[in-house]
């Protein structure tokens, strides 16, 4: 047995493990961490992106810099609400179904103003598939047995 990290109960292994949980809270946790650095990643390229704006146009730079740096942190804090909701935490599948209602939000709010991207309905369907698998009875049944259940390396 190793010292590694890794090899640790808690260590960097359980963080990603998802032995012993129902096979939609298994595939929800994956689409939420993987959609969390996709964000967290695309904000921060569009940010270094957007520098170059800074000469010409320094007040609308500032916006798009705060708005990349605003899209990796949701990404980030996507990662941890998916961590969180492996583990069995309720508020972390509420603040999940959150993120996929204002992710609607958004997709709605860019097609009424002709703005944005059309990925937005993309990320919103991915995120919906996401949110339905938390609440299925088999989700539901493995989130109220609670400390109880069996899970292994939370």
Do not use: C, D, H, Y
């Not at 569009?46 to 810099?65: C, E, I, K, Y």
């Amino acid at each position: 047995m190793s010292n590694s990290p890794s090899a640790r109960p808690g260590g960097l292994a359980a963080l990603f493990s998802v032995a012993g949980r129902p096979t939609e809270i298994k595939v929800s946790f994956w689409i939420w961490f993987a959609g969390g650095i996709l964000g967290a990643m695309g904000g921060l390229l569009g940010m270094l992106a957007s520098l170059v704006l800074f000469a010409a146009a320094p007040a609308a730079a500032a916006a798009v810099v705060t708005l990349m740096l605003l899209a990796s942190a949701v990404g980030v804090a996507q990662m941890v609400f998916a961590v969180k909701m492996k583990a069995g935490r309720t508020w972390a599948r509420v603040a999940l179904t959150a993120l996929a209602a204002i992710t609607l939000g958004l997709a709605v709010m860019n097609m009424l103003t002709g703005m944005g991207q059309g990925g937005n309905w993309a990320a919103f369907l991915v995120s919906l598939a996401a949110t339905v698998l938390m609440w299925l009875p088999n989700s539901r049944a493995w989130f109220a047995a609670g400390p109880s259940r069996n899970t292994s390396a939370e």
